[in-house]
């Protein structure tokens, strides 16, 4: 356990998590810069949107090998700036964050019709032979009905999750001022993701950490 906890902590990971937070607030503080030296809030979100999604298409284009969490957010930011580039209204480019969640939540429910849910493919990297949690997991993924069911229903949780986020982002965008939206948004992404965590990690602790592999078994 608390070699699992230092692999967890280790200066990688703490760098790791630093850069997600810098790309998740960098966007939000340049929107604000900007629109405090005058500039135009259409003109702003453009710009903010071509900004964060430029060191996405170089690590794509560079082919750099990614983890499949950078590798989603870097396809996120280039999918801002093309619906960013789609014409319309500023509400309509306030609530592209809409867009792309509702997208991200069909991405989760179609990976149920895939080989492995997204919750199962984002989680083993972290979790397999840590924290509690068996190793072997497409060991206990063939043989083990109770496993397979935990991840597909986990991975519902967070389409689930993802489009009510979406509709709540429509609303902001066409009811709340805009300057406001951005960094509404940006807080409702932290809320909907720490919410989410919580609530499937509290859904896998059914599963406790000592009886799991034995229970597992039974379902087998």
Request: aromatic share 12%; no cysteine.
């Given at each position: 356990m608390a070699e699992s906890l230092r692999r967890i902590l280790s200066r990688r990971n703490i760098v790791k998590a630093l850069r997600l937070l810098?790309?998740?607030?960098?966007?939000?503080?340049?929107?604000?810069?900007?629109?405090?030296?005058?500039?135009?809030v259409y003109l702003t979100l453009l710009i903010v949107a071509a900004a964060s999604a430029f060191p996405a298409?170089?690590?794509?284009?560079?082919?750099?090998?990614?983890g499949r969490i950078a590798l989603f957010y870097s396809l996120m930011s280039?999918?801002?700036l093309l619906v960013a580039l789609m014409p319309g209204s500023t509400e309509l480019l306030l609530a592209k964050g809409a867009?792309?969640?509702?997208?991200?939540?069909?991405?989760?429910?179609?990976?149920?019709?895939?080989?492995?849910?997204?919750t199962y493919a984002f989680s083993r990297p972290l979790l397999e032979g840590r924290l509690g949690w068996p190793g072997g997991w497409e060991?206990?993924?063939?043989?083990?009905?109770?496993?397979r069911r935990m991840w597909r229903a986990s991975t519902v949780m967070w389409a689930v999750g993802?489009?009510?986020?979406?509709?709540?982002?429509?609303?902001m965008a066409y009811t709340l001022p805009h300057d406001d939206v951005p960094g509404l948004a940006t807080?409702?992404?932290?809320?909907?993701?720490?919410?989410?965590n919580v609530?499937?990690?509290?859904?896998?602790?059914?599963?406790?950490?000592?009886?799991?592999?034995?229970?597992?078994?039974?379902?087998?």
């Open positions: 810098v790309v998740l607030l960098l966007p939000v503080a340049a929107y604000y810069a900007l629109r405090a030296i005058g500039t135009d298409i170089v690590s794509l284009v560079r082919r750099r090998p990614v280039v999918g801002s867009i792309l969640t509702a997208a991200t939540a069909g991405w989760f429910l179609a990976s149920l019709r895939g080989a492995r849910p997204l060991d206990w993924w063939r043989d083990s009905q109770r496993f993802l489009l009510i986020d979406a509709g709540a982002r429509v609303v807080g409702l992404y932290v809320v909907t993701v720490v919410v989410l609530v499937t990690n509290a859904y896998y602790v059914l599963y406790p950490a000592r009886e799991r592999a034995a229970r597992f078994r039974v379902g087998r």
